[in-house]
Structure formats: structure tokens, C-alpha cells
């Protein structure tokens, strides 16, 4: 069974800067895909980043420039940066790896508040 655990969220003013982290524990194996998605209040969950055991990665057009993935896979540790956060920013943020295996599963991290207000 694949366990993530996010951390790194809290209050931050706006203009502000983050880093969220997301540790994966179990077996991810070495072809996997970790991303990060948010859900504001009362909206749906959104596409953040992702980013592949090779390293590549891919934003929406909507966070390309302000936010930027990596990940530290000798820690199976995935971070999100976010700069410039806005109180739109405010969401809970949630982790998700998809091991390419034939099944392709899915996992989901509890998810981690990130506040941004004054």
C-alpha cells in the first residue's frame, strides 16, 4: 500500500511564498508520476503540477510561472514552491502519485491547508 503525507501549509500574507513537501512511503516504485492538486471552498479540485520519475514536468497554463515542482526521488519526496500567492491561492493542497503499472493506480495524500491572508 502506497501512504503520502503532505506538509508545509499554513497562513502566509500575500505576496508571500510556500514550499509544500509530500513523502511517499510504501511501494511507488520507480516509474511513477507525483502531482499536486488544490481545492478551494466550494470549488472542484484542480490540476497544480506534476512531475515524472524522470523529472519531467507539466504545469497548467494557469500556474506556470508562480508555482514549480521537483522532487527528490531518494527521499520519494515530491515539493510544490509557490510565489506570489494571492488569497485565490487559499486551498487545501493535496499530493497524488500514479505508478505506471498496467493498473496505473492512484493515490491521494490527506491534503495540506494553505491560507493566504493578510
Known amino acids: 500500500q502506497v501512504q503520502l503525507a503532505e506538509s508545509g501549509g499554513g497562513l502566509v500574507q500575500p505576496g508571500g511564498s510556500l514550499r509544500l513537501s509530500c513523502v511517499a512511503s510504501g511501494s511507488i516504485f520507480s516509474s511513477n508520476v507525483m502531482g499536486w492538486y488544490r481545492q478551494a471552498p466550494g470549488k472542484q479540485r484542480e490540476w497544480v503540477a506534476s512531475i515524472s520519475s524522470g523529472g519531467d514536468t507539466a504545469y497548467p497554463d494557469s500556474m506556470k510561472g508562480r508555482f514549480t515542482i521537483s522532487r527528490d526521488n531518494a527521499k520519494n519526496t515530491v515539493y510544490l514552491q509557490m510565489s506570489s500567492l494571492t488569497p485565490e491561492d487559499t486551498a487545501v493542497y493535496y499530493c497524488?502519485?500514479?505508478?505506471?503499472?498496467?493498473?496505473?493506480?492512484?493515490?491521494w495524500g490527506q491534503g495540506t491547508q494553505v491560507t493566504v491572508s493578510s
Open positions: 497524488k502519485v500514479t505508478i505506471l503499472t498496467r493498473e496505473r493506480p492512484s493515490y
